[in-house]
């Protein structure tokens, strides 16, 4: 009998995962929203809306065989899935790939797309009002929102506000020194170790002053809070033997399962795995469970597949708008071209709109 898999999630686990399986399994990928929220491509929508609707992506013409059920999962069981409603979904293998949640407008904050693409023209325009603009957080969002900022408004006065030492710390020191320089090229001002005390919303760019750790303040026009994704682990929380690590993600054993069920995995932001937070994580995870979930089909039992071997030194590639930028490539740090060609020019849009089916 063609075995049952139910993917919780429609993020960049769940597309991939349930477009690689489609043809070996019976695939049920819960999703509520109506298009896929191509996250890269909401930095620079912010400064640029024309990217907006290239990358909001249906999910209507996803799957040949499998169906996209526009729902949000309530809970699991071994058995399988219960829906907000109230209906039951069975299955034999449940991948969990709920994500995380980001400040608005880079990732939705409701299951509506139309609210999304509303925050999107409001925080824009709010933008393009303000002469002044401060980031708290230079983290990837935080310094390519500078970027991009720098590149299509020049006239905007941007500063990026850090409790970090550096940019990008953990990485090898290239990356962040040359993206300092190209940022200070670009006019932006960079602030690093201090803290900013009186964030009025983690959430909601807003307009105000801020106040540092350090003593000094900064009023701003517009105040972006990019302080960092929290895991949507919540539907996980009841299930035997569920712990959590941080920024709220469930730990998983090494075959990806967060939890006693033998049959239940989890993967992408909401899994604590090993690996960072990012669609590069995704890009190792998505492949080695399809090629699992294949080897149960064939009958295999879990623990005869190969375990999980999360990322040791992962790329890292930071556009600052479509020109410029740096990108740790593991065997060295790339400078404007590379990290244009690969990421900054187009932000992987053709490469989503190509797997949900959509030119
Ligand atoms: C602005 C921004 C830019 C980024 N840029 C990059 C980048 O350039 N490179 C990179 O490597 N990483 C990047 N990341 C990180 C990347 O977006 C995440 O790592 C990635 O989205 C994780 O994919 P996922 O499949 O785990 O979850 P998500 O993409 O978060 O998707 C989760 C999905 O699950 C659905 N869901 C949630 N709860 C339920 C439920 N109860 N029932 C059913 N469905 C549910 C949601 O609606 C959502 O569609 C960026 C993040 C942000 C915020």
Do not use: C
Request: net charge neutral; no cysteine.
């Amino acid at each position: 009998m063609t075995k049952r898999i139910i993917i919780v999630g429609g993020g960049y686990v769940g597309v991939q995962l349930a477009k690689a399986m489609d043809s070996k399994a019976e695939v049920t990928l819960i999703e509520p929203r109506s298009h896929f929220v191509h996250a890269p491509a909401m930095i620079r929508a912010v400064v640029d809306p024309q990217i907006l609707d290239q990358g909001l992506i249906p999910y209507d013409d996803l799957l040949k065989n499998g169906q996209v059920l526009r729902a949000r999962a309530h809970s699991i069981t071994s058995a399988g899935v219960t829906l907000d409603d109230g209906t039951e979904v069975l299955g034999d293998y449940i991948v969990v790939a709920t994500g995380s949640n980001n400040a608005t407008p880079f990732k939705p904050t409701s299951d509506s797309i139309e609210a999304f693409r509303a925050d999107n023209a409001r925080i824009h325009a709010m933008l393009e009002a303000a002469q002044s603009v401060a980031i708290v957080g230079a983290g990837a969002v935080g310094t390519e929102l500078a970027g991009e900022i720098a590149h299509f408004m020049p006239d905007k006065k941007v500063t990026l506000i850090s409790s970090e030492p550096s940019l990008f710390p953990t990485m090898p020191s290239k990356l962040g020194t040359t993206l300092f320089g190209k940022l200070n090229d670009a006019g932006v001002t960079t602030i690093f170790g201090v803290r900013a005390e009186n964030l009025e919303s983690l959430t909601e760019p807003y307009s105000g002053a801020l106040e540092l750790n350090n003593g000094d303040k900064i009023a701003a026009d517009l105040i972006f809070p990019v302080i960092g994704s929290r895991a949507s682990s919540a539907i996980l929380d009841t299930l035997p033997g569920i712990s959590k690590g941080g920024a709220n993600r469930v730990k998983t054993d090494p075959w990806l399962r967060p939890s006693d069920l033998p049959n239940v995995f989890a993967a992408g932001d909401v899994a604590e795995s090993g690996d960072a937070m990012t669609i590069v994580a995704v890009s190792r995870q998505t492949p080695w469970l399809e090629k699992m979930l294949t080897s149960l089909i064939n009958g295999k039992k879990v623990e005869e597949t190969a375990k999980y071997k999360p990322w040791g030194k992962a790329p890292f590639l930071v556009p600052l708008g479509p020109l410029k930028g740096s990108s740790f490539l593991v065997l060295f740090t790339a400078g404007d071209l590379m990290t244009r060609l690969m990421k900054g020019k187009d932000l992987f849009v053709s490469k989503y709109r190509k797997m949900l089916n959509r030119t």
